[in-house]
């Protein structure tokens, strides 16, 4: 499977950004998609994960500012990035974990919130 995330980009905070991620196949039943994001000098961590039937998982330092959603009609999952701060400076990776637990990873995009 192949992802591949856009809509990064400079934005001051207070701002929004939309990130896309597309995936090369369709999602399958079991199919988990997810937002990750890594700072300079952090470890990789979760922002948002959500399921084929829509279940959804939020990091605490996001909630009620983004939304992800999916669009199984078109292989797509989306960040809605709202009130964003600079410590939401980092690049963002799309993840698809399927039934068998393989993780697959987009090509990462970078999303910089300026005070």
């Known amino acids: 499977v192949q992802l591949q995330a856009s809509g990064g980009g400079l934005v001051q905070a207070g701002g929004s950004l939309r990130l896309s991620c597309a995936a090369s196949?369709?999602?399958?039943?079991?199919?988990?998609m997810g937002w990750y994001r890594q700072a300079p000098g952090k470890q990789r961590e979760l922002v948002a994960r959500?399921?084929?039937?829509?279940?959804?998982v939020y990091a605490d330092s996001v909630k009620g500012r983004f939304a992800i959603e999916r669009d199984n009609a078109k292989n797509t999952v989306y960040l809605q990035m709202n009130n964003l701060k600079p410590e939401d400076t980092a690049v963002y990776y799309c993840?698809?974990?399927?039934?068998?637990?393989?993780?697959?990873w987009g090509q990462g995009t970078l999303v910089t919130v300026s005070s």
């Open positions: 993840n698809l974990e399927d039934v068998t637990s393989s993780l697959y």
């Open positions: 196949r369709s999602f399958f039943r079991f199919d988990v």
């Open positions: 959500i399921t084929r039937g829509g279940s959804i």
